[in-house]
Every structure is written in C-alpha cells, then in structure tokens.
C-alpha cells in the first residue's frame, strides 16, 4: 500500500510559480505512474500531468510550458514546478499513484493553490 503526501501548496499572485512536492511511502516507488490533478469549486477533478517510470512525461494542454513534473525515486517524491500561474490554475491539487501493471493506485490528501493578487 501506497501513502502519498502532498506539500508546497500557499497563496501566490498571477505570474508567481509554485513546487508542489509528493512523498511516497511503502511498495517499490519507481515502478509506479505518477501524476498531478487538480480540482477547482464547482468543477470535475482533471489531469495536470503525469510521469512514468521511465521519465516519460504528459502535460494538459493548459499547463503545457509553464508546468514541470518530475520525480525523484531515491527520495520517493513527485514534484509539480508550476510558474506564470494564473488565477486559472486555482485548484486543490493531488497527487496520484498508479502501478502500470496491476492498476492500483492511491490519492494524496491534497493541497490547496491559490492564484490572486
């Protein structure tokens, strides 16, 4: 079993950048998908982006350019390098677990991103 705990969350104006950071703890941390979602009031959650095993990366087209994922398997942590934020990007952001294999996952708690001057 996999428990993620996300971090980095805060107030920023438009135009800032954010990390959001990860941690993994239990099974072999390197085999699994990660990924970052997003939830804003009143919307359906949606993807960010994710990163497999191998590097690979997947952005949302609103994202794309200004958000970063990347992980780091020695420290068994996901980040989310997130710049010229826009008010838009407002969301509870979560992070999210997937074995490539055996589909199973696992959610963080989340962490709140607040965009506004």
């Known amino acids: 079993q996999v428990q993620l705990v996300e971090s980095g969350g805060g107030l920023v104006q438009p135009g800032g950048s954010l990390r959001l950071s990860c941690a993994a703890s239990g099974s072999i941390f390197s085999l699994f998908v990660m990924g970052w979602y997003r939830q804003a009031p009143g919307k359906q959650r949606e993807l960010v982006a994710t990163?497999?095993?191998?590097?690979?990366?997947n952005y949302a087209d609103s994202v794309k350019g200004r958000f970063t994922i990347s992980r780091d398997n020695a420290k068994r942590t996901t980040y989310l390098q997130m710049n010229s934020l826009k008010p838009e990007d407002t969301a509870v952001y979560y992070c999210?677990?997937?074995?490539?294999?055996?589909?199973?996952?696992?959610w963080g708690q989340g962490t709140q991103v607040t965009v506004s001057s």
């Open positions: 990163i497999t095993s191998a590097g690979t990366t």
């Open positions: 999210k677990v997937v074995h490539p294999t055996t589909n199973y996952d696992s």
